[in-house]
């Protein structure tokens, strides 16, 4: 006998082209409906139901891959948790620190940490030029000197320094005395990506403080954990 299709009128619905090239779509297409058994109308119901939906998904995919639009980005990286740290330096008797959350461990073998920082800010060129730097882990007590060393006070770098106290360990970089750990490194190596460089760092010592909260800052906010 011969196969005959029954019309659907799949190629005439504007909404169930979009999913032309689904799977299912393709097999709905392909089914010689004399003889199998399928209820036509339930099953056409069904893939206009699946078709709905995925034009739905489809209308919303631009905005969840919007990477190109800055402020999508931030907004996002806003809910990214991130353990505040100050990253220090000293050269030539000048003394620089920032407040990042850009900072994590790369080996514990040599021990190795990285910290992102601007390198459109002009300021930081002292990180680059001294070859060392300090990775202090802050406690939600040092919300303060976050503050200050963020820059969202307009202080002078030595009073922001003189909001906490401070030693050094082994390469000169000013350590932060109560910190909850401190990493104090020797760059290894600068990458430049994008509008940041990543300064990775051979950790020449380590210091642990204190078990105290930790400082967070998530949701443009600071929190403790």
Sequence with gaps: MQNTRTETGIEKN????????????????????????????NEFYLFQFFAYMTHNMLQRK?????????KIYRDAMARYAGHVQLVTTLHEGIRRGVAVTAACSVSDHP??????????????????????????????HHQTLSNGFS????????????????????????????????YDCRIIDIRPVASHSILIGEVASVRLGEKNPALIYMDRHYQSL
């Design 14 to 41: 504007p909404l169930l082209r979009q999913v032309s090239d689904s799977l299912a779509l393709k097999t709905l297409e392909r089914i010689n409906f004399e003889g199998v058994g399928i209820d036509l109308p």
């Design 62 to 70: 631009p905005m969840e891959t919007a990477l190109t639009d800055p």
């Design 111 to 140: 021990p190795t940490v990285l910290v992102c920082l601007n390198h459109g800010n002009v300021k930081n060129q002292l990180f680059f030029d001294s070859g060392i730097f300090a990775l202090n882990s802050l406690a939600s």
């Design 151 to 182: 820059g969202l006070e307009d202080i002078s770098m030595e009073e922001r320094f003189a909001r906490g106290q401070w030693d050094e360990m082994t390469t000169g970089a000013p350590t932060l005395v109560d910190a909850l750990a401190v």
